[in-house]
């Protein structure tokens, strides 16, 4: 592609810390983007018409045998849907809900319910009373779920839904390339039923002409995101959020014109949203999507090489456990093209990193951002990782360490390279939880999280004058299994629900291949006789998702408290901790038990000290073992190998 003036305000070089400076003298809103997601589609195929935009593979087992859609027919496809919505009464005030793993309507869907209203896309892992509340809260009168083929168990939520709301219409997504036919769907009293494809097709690939095209100020979408009780929170973004992040992305990655990317993780999370839909969307680049389960599809992982080689993929995006597979894959295939591997969403344990390296020779490059900032606030580039860090800040993003006063709330700006809280400023900052659904629309509250623009992001860490941001630690009470944010009040309700339970608390501990898992700690009535077997299974049967289903429960005489009476998790954490990394020594041949010294009691953070064992491969076995967690931790007698140093 021939660079011209405006493509070079559009696109300019971002490669280095001095880059940032030049390309924030130039305002952001000089540089051309499109105002909406909306005119990213229209431009996408004015500019890119017969380009692919969209290869979607049924599943990897039919790596070979996917559906193409270029720029021109994803716009169509997205006027259709559109028209649709708008003749259900969809209006700029109203959510369409989606709920359904990914497949080829499912992009266009998710775009579509942005040019009309505003997109809610919810996990269908979800319990249905949360699905419900998210959508209630949302003011969804029209869902898009995945119809009985493609996931009978969200397609069960989504009837379940459609008759608690009233909902105007329920649509059905099918399989990418479905081979069998369509099952006839079963009526739910007083709502529309149908498949989207059949409705939108009596529906024009016009631009709706009875609703003024969105701007850059209407809200976009609601994702939720894992809150500290209850149902997750619901933040929205603006148009302006999603495109600004898009881009930010998208200028700092290394890559051409047309660089084919792979997408797996799905699009109820911002990152298969921002980076591999609406990124490739500014760029006119092609993206790769695997089939329904992602990265959750076992049989991914056995074609990958190929699938990489077949596509010449240049870029990918997954959190670590993804790379922990990757690197014990032999490589079967001509991986040249893949150049840019990005990780996040948990921390990367140190032998992940070197394991994927050696195995691939593609360096892992670290990132970070939160749903609050809309997606990415900092990225690591190929052949500039500083050790240590998540990557530098973003352009037109700003990141500083606070410290904030416990008695007064005040905040204090902390110099760089000094701990604290982190806080972000700038366009992506998202415009506010949903706090309820009223007659005027969507009353917003940011839930005391921005001061002055600024974005408290609940993590701790420093940044560097150079803006490379460290993390340190974590100051929100989430569990993050493989990237996924759990709640842990979900998983105390559901113990607290047992007759025999008093007190319940649940907090993560260290995995070597999710980053974390949930554990629970529950102190039970005088004479209970229910035991933890069964307390795990009644856990298991009752938490809002499966992914919070506890690895272990323990009973204990009483749940820590606070001076004032709230549960104090720290000592559980601690404990948590001792126990994964006694039970990995004792399985490396090491009787040994770890001393652990807290670091910062704000956040539970710890390094762990471990007696250094006599015989030198035990010792070799120990530090093997150990790198594979997310821990900092050391020899007694050695300093010279310490894991995650903070």
Known sequence: MTLTPATDLLWPACTSPADLTAIEAVPLDERGLPATTY??????????????????????????EPVTVTFTQLRDQVHRTANLLRSLGVTRQTAVGLLSPNTAELPAALLAAQAVGVAAPVNPDLAPEHVEELLRRGGARVLIAAGPQLDPRAWATARHVAAALRLEALLALTPTAADAPRPQLDPVDGVRVGYLSESS????????????????????????????TGTPKLAAHTHANEIADAWMVTVSAPLDADAVMFAALPLFHVNALVV??????????????????????????????????RYRIAAMSGVPTVYSVLATVAVDADISSLRFAAVGASPLPPAVRDAFERHTGVQLCEGYGLTEAT????????GQLRSGTVGRRLPYQQIKAVRIDPD???????????????????????????????SGGPRLDTGGKV??????????????????????????????????????????????????????AAVGSPDPHAGEVPV??????????????????????????????????????????????KPYKLDLRLDAVRRAVHTELAAQGASCEPELIVCRPD????????????????????????????????????????????
Not at 41 to 59: C, E, G, Q, Y
Not at 427 to 435: H, I, Q
Not at 608 to 636: G, H, I, K
């Open 39 to 64: 005119d990213a589609v229209l431009r996408a195929a004015r500019l890119w018409p017969d380009r692919p935009a969209l290869t979607v593979l049924p599943d990897a087992a039919r790596f070979l």
């Open 201 to 228: 097709a009596a529906h024009p690939a016009d631009r709706p002409a009875d609703v003024e095209a969105p701007t850059a100020g209407d809200l976009a979408a609601y994702f939720h995101t894992g809150g500290t």
């Open 276 to 309: 591999t839909l609406l990124g490739p969307l500014l760029r006119g680049r092609p993206v790769v999507w695997a089939g329904p389960l992602g990265y959750r599809d076992p049989e991914l992982y056995g074609v990958f090489w190929k699938l990489v080689e």
């Open 375 to 382: 997606c990415a606030s900092a990225v690591s580039l190929p």
């Open 408 to 438: 007064t709330g005040d905040w204090q700006d902390l110099p760089p390279g000094a701990s604290g809280n982190l806080a972000v400023s700038g366009p992506t900052v998202f415009a506010g939880y949903v706090a309820e659904h009223t």
């Open 451 to 504: 001061r002055d623009g600024w974005l408290d992001t609940g993590d701790v860490g420093r940044v560097d004058s150079d803006g490379f941001v460290s993390l340190t630690g974590r100051a929100k009470d989430l569990i993050i299994r493989g990237g996924h944010n759990i709640d842990p009040a979900g998983i105390e309700d559901a113990l607290l629900d047992h007759p025999e339970v008093t007190a319940a």
């Open 520 to 565: 629970a700690y529950v102190a039970l009535v005088p004479g209970a006789r229910v035991g933890p077997a069964e307390l795990l299974a009644w856990a298991t049967d009752r938490v809002p998702e499966r992914a919070a289903a506890p690895r272990e429960v323990h009973v204990i005489d009483a749940i820590p408290l606070t001076a004032v009476g």
């Open 603 to 646: 956040d539970g953070a710890v390094r762990v000290v471990v007696p250094s064992p006599a015989e030198d491969p035990v010792r070799r076995r120990v530090a093997e073992a150990l790198d594979r967690y997310a821990l900092t931790w050391q020899y007694a007698d050695d300093r010279s190998h310490v894991g995650r140093t903070p």
